[in-house]
């Protein structure tokens, strides 16, 4: 079976950093898009960074609210991705998933799968 184990959520004050981290055991890791999504209360989820896989991966693209702040990237060898949020935000608060796109090898398949998600609150 699959699954994505999160951790790094936690309290912290403003200005400080976290890092979180998304084990994922799927066969081909390599070959899946990874990202990190988060949802405060009363909001939708949207999208916060993710990296790109396969061949040429490693490519990243940050949404505009944590851009120079976050940092996604990935370790292929332990199928793992990672966030690391610096200089964080009331703004910040939210719950943060881990996600994966990708392939299970079988021609025209399409896998898509969450983590069960990691609270990240950042007081002032």
């Known amino acids: 079976q699959v699954q994505l184990v999160e951790s790094g959520g936690g309290l912290v004050q403003s200005g400080g950093s976290l890092r979180l981290s998304c084990v994922a055991s799927?066969?081909?890791?390599?070959?899946?898009?990874m990202a990190w999504y988060r949802q405060a209360p009363g909001n939708q989820r949207e999208l916060v960074a993710d990296?790109?896989?396969?061949?040429?991966?490693?490519?990243?693209k940050y949404a505009d609210f944590v851009k120079g702040r976050f940092t996604i990237s990935r370790d292929n060898a332990k199928n793992t991705v990672y966030l690391q949020m610096n200089n964080l935000q009331p703004g910040d608060t939210a719950v943060y998933y881990c996600?994966?796109?990708?392939?299970?090898?079988?021609?025209?398949?399409?896998?898509?799968?969450w983590g069960q998600g990691t609270q990240v609150t950042v007081s002032s």
């Open positions: 990296i790109t896989g396969g061949l040429h991966g490693g490519k990243t």
């Open positions: 996600h994966a796109d990708g392939t299970n090898g079988i021609v025209g398949s399409r896998e898509l799968y």
């Open positions: 799927l066969r081909y890791f390599n070959n899946y898009v």
